[in-house]
């Protein structure tokens, strides 16, 4: 059983919404920080977004602030993303990811995750 699931992904028009889901298992969710991440076609893995263990802090990257919310369930291991506003540049493969013990949230360095789900791909068009 893979540790990181991700769904949620599909086609949505420009303005519109979608939710994604990351659903855990195998560790102790409650106890990691946890993060979003894309990678659009051709370009490098961009992180946008992080939530501390508990739910209590949270951190975006300026191109999705103000349009995107992260949230997690503690009780059902799982990890949201909501979008809303969306732009034909926010079409990626979205990841969410695990924060290696003792990094701290919104890292842009991947090495700092130490765990990724396969992906779920949002793509953004008219």
């Known amino acids: 059983q893979e540790p990181l699931v991700e769904s949620g992904g599909g086609l949505a028009q420009p303005g519109g919404s979608l939710r994604l889901s990351c659903v855990a298992s195998?560790?102790?969710?409650?106890?990691?920080?946890m993060s979003w991440a894309r990678q659009a076609p051709g370009k490098g893995r961009e992180w946008i977004s992080s939530?501390?263990?508990?739910?209590?802090?949270?951190h975006y990257a300026d191109s999705v602030q103000g349009r995107f919310t992260i949230s997690r369930d503690n009780a059902k291991n799982t990890l949201y993303l909501q979008m809303n506003s969306l732009k034909p540049e926010d079409t990626a493969l979205y990841y969410c990811?695990?924060?290696?013990?003792?990094?701290?949230?919104?890292?842009?360095?991947?090495?700092?995750?130490?765990?990724w789900g396969q992906g779920t791909q949002v793509t953004v068009s008219s």
């Open positions: 939530i501390y263990s508990d739910g209590s802090d949270t």
């Open positions: 195998g560790f102790t969710f409650s106890a990691y920080g």
């Open positions: 990811a695990r924060v290696r013990p003792g990094r701290g949230l919104g890292s842009v360095d991947m090495s700092d995750y130490d765990s």
